[in-house]
């Protein structure tokens, strides 16, 4: 499952609901956005499920949807996709010359 794929499929999920979800990224010491659906809610985010090099983070998602959520994205972090996905070295190196 690519990340868009996974985006589509949780704005299935969310539906209209007063929910916000997004998935990043571990590179190097940072992390780096991919994608969010939902609307912003006006709560503090909570990382939801974590696992590879990603993380998913959410904002006021409800105690019935969190397990389809976290599934969900499970079932991402499984894929051939993510399984299958280059060890980018981003190391700082000094370059002398």
Known sequence: MTPDVFKTRMAELI???PVKVWLTKTMGHRLDFIWSVGRAQLTQEETLAQGARYFLVGQQVPD???PAVIDL????I???HVRDEPDEDRRLRLITG
Request: glycine share 8%; net charge negative.
């Open 15 to 17: 539906g209209d609901r």
């Open 64 to 66: 019935d949807l969190r």
């Open 73 to 76: 994205f499970n079932e991402f």
């Open 78 to 80: 499984n894929s051939d």
